[in-house]
């Protein structure tokens, strides 16, 4: 099924460990993003690549680094994982911004206790 | 810079019930408008969108027209179900910039 998949859904980190979380999307979109959402927050942007090769800051960049691997994928890496990282975190792409719209994933939970 | 404002929620409606969602936005030049759903445990899905002044959108029942003169795009639906029971975020597009601006959502609860 076309679309953006991520993994994994779920993670409980502790405090200090590191980890990827993966995206990958399939119908040849030029523009990939990562975003958190936090209950009363709504999204907030931490990072996006408006074409391969390209990676750009979003509004909560802090503590989150990225990799645009190619076309397909673009991961989301927490070096130090903190409480304060604990929310639901989506991958989503583009073909055109500012015409068609967001394909999102199914989210991956990550709690750090 | 981009912003959206929407009704706070939950708003709660029996079925069969007529549903309207405020969203009003600020943007420079002339924005697409977006509305998503989120169901529980899934991520957004775009619902509809309209890319210039006085477009309609619809799916599923849902309707949303872009008013440029109110910078409005209200989401409507003559009778909502309890599938219907989700989380609908209004978002802007401004062409060529590649950071979309969203509303907070709307909790939209619908019962029986």
């Known amino acids: 099924n076309a679309g953006v998949t991520q993994t994994p859904k779920f993670q409980v980190l502790k405090t200090g460990q590191s980890m990827t979380l993966q995206c990958a999307q399939d119908?040849?979109?030029?523009?990939m993003y990562w975003y958190r959402q936090d209950p009363g927050m709504g999204l907030r942007l931490i990072y996006y690549?408006?074409?391969?090769?390209?990676?750009d800051k979003g509004e909560v960049p802090n503590g989150y680094n990225v990799s645009r691997l190619n076309k397909r994928e673009f991961s989301l890496r927490l070096e130090s994982a903190a409480p304060s990282q604990t929310s639901v975190y989506f991958c989503?792409?583009?073909?055109?911004?500012?015409?068609?719209?967001?394909?999102f994933g199914s989210g991956t939970r990550l709690t750090v206790v | 810079g981009n912003s959206v404002t929407q009704m706070e929620g939950p708003v709660t409606l029996s079925e069969e019930a007529f549903l309207t969602i405020n969203c009003t936005y600020t943007?420079?030049?002339?924005?697409?408008l977006f509305w998503y759903v989120q169901y529980p445990g899934e991520g957004l899905q775009l619902l509809l969108k309209?890319?210039?002044?006085?477009d309609k959108g619809s799916n599923k029942g849902f309707e949303a027209t872009y008013r440029k003169e109110t910078t409005s795009f209200h989401l409507e639906k003559g009778s909502v179900q309890v599938s219907d029971s989700a989380v609908y975020f209004c978002?802007?597009?401004?062409?060529?910039?590649?950071?979309?601006?969203f509303g907070r959502g709307t909790s939209l609860i619908v019962h029986p």
């Open positions: 978002a802007t597009e401004a062409g060529g910039s590649y950071i979309p601006t």
């Open positions: 989503a792409s583009s073909e055109i911004p500012g015409q068609g719209g967001y394909t």
């Open positions: 943007a420079t030049g002339y924005p697409s």
């Open positions: 690549s408006a074409s391969e090769g390209t990676t």
């Open positions: 119908m040849n979109h030029n523009s």
């Open positions: 309209a890319t210039k002044a006085d």
